[in-house]
Each structure stands twice: as structure tokens, then as C-alpha cells.
Nanobody, 121 residues
Framework: QVQLVESGGGLVQAGGSLRLSCTVSGSIESLNAMGWYRQEPGKQRELVAT???????NYADSVKGRFTISSDNAKNTVYLQMNSLKPEDTAVYYC???????????????WGQGTQVTVST
């Protein structure tokens, strides 16, 4: 019913930049919030940044000042601009959307398939 398609991952040297994109499609009645999470092998998935429908943003302390989340509500798309990348930013990045589907009773989380970001030294 709801699909999230991510793009923009890849390999970059430390200090470089990448921009991730994620577009949400399907039977969407309301899209309340979107965000990015990341997961390293053997570790729990962690929040990177979120943005709610009113434009309020929230960032993990580890990325504040380096990453910027933004959205294009008309396109149901969220972006993550990542600057000054560090090797510790290496992870699979997952897009998240908090969506109420057409005919649905409540909001729920949906996830993208993940995109690999690798930062080399």
C-alpha cells in the first residue's frame, strides 16, 4: 500500500558530501512525519534526523551541524544532505515515514529498503 524508494547512497571520502532522497508513494491519506535512521552491522538502528509536517526538525547529536533534513511535501519526498562525512557515519541508511493510509484507522511506520553509505579514510 505504501512504498518508500531511497536513492543517493554510495562511497565517499572523509570530509565529503552525499545527499539522500526518499519518495513515499501509495494510498496515502496523511503523511505526518518523515525521517532517516541508520544501522551498522551488529548494532541497533538509530535515529539520524526527523522532520514533521509543520517543518520542525530533530537531529542526533552526532550529526548536528553536519547533516540537514528537508522535505518537499508536494512530492512526498524527504532529503538528507550529509556534509563533512566521517568514517563513523558508515552505515545502511533507512528512510521512515509515519503514514495514515486511505481507509486506514491510524498512523503507522513504513520503512524503505535501505541505502548503503560508506565513508573511507
Amino acid at each position: 500500500q505504501v512504498q518508500l524508494v531511497e536513492s543517493g547512497g554510495g562511497l565517499v571520502q572523509a570530509g565529503g558530501s552525499l545527499r539522500l532522497s526518499c519518495t513515499v508513494s501509495g494510498s496515502i491519506e496523511s503523511l505526518n512525519a518523515m525521517g532517516w535512521y541508520r544501522q551498522e552491522p551488529g548494532k541497533q538502528r538509530e535515529l539520524v534526523a526527523t522532520i514533521i509536517s509543520g517543518g520542525h526538525t530533530n537531529y542526533a547529536d552526532s550529526v548536528k551541524g553536519r547533516f540537514t533534513i528537508s522535505s518537499d511535501n508536494a512530492k512526498n519526498t524527504v532529503y538528507l544532505q550529509m556534509n563533512s562525512l566521517k568514517p563513523e557515519d558508515t552505515a545502511v541508511y533507512y528512510c521512515n515515514a509515519y503514514v495514515k493510509t486511505s481507509g486506514g484507522y491510524r498512523f503507522r511506520d513504513y520503512w524503505g529498503q535501505g541505502t548503503q553509505v560508506t565513508v573511507s579514510t
